[in-house]
């Protein structure tokens, strides 16, 4: 997987869009980081719209984990 920043929101955030989503298809995960808090969002539905945070600990695991899948 490849990241590449994603078309500007108004948000504060900078966020990264997978490789895996594409720019004319239905899937759109993204994720921006903080240094306390990795934030994920589906924003094919709604940019502005509900986000997912994790601790950086947390996200590791979690990467971990769906990569041994």
Known sequence: MTLKPSAGTGS???WIKSSYSTDDGP???EVAATP?????????????????AFTPD?????VTYAAER
Not at 36 to 49: E, F, L, M, N, Y
């Open 58 to 62: 947390a996200w590791t695991r979690f």
């Open 12 to 14: 504060a955030l900078e």
């Open 27 to 29: 899937d759109c995960v």
């Open 36 to 52: 306390g808090t990795i934030h994920v969002r589906d924003s094919k539905a709604a940019p502005q719209g509900p986000r997912l």
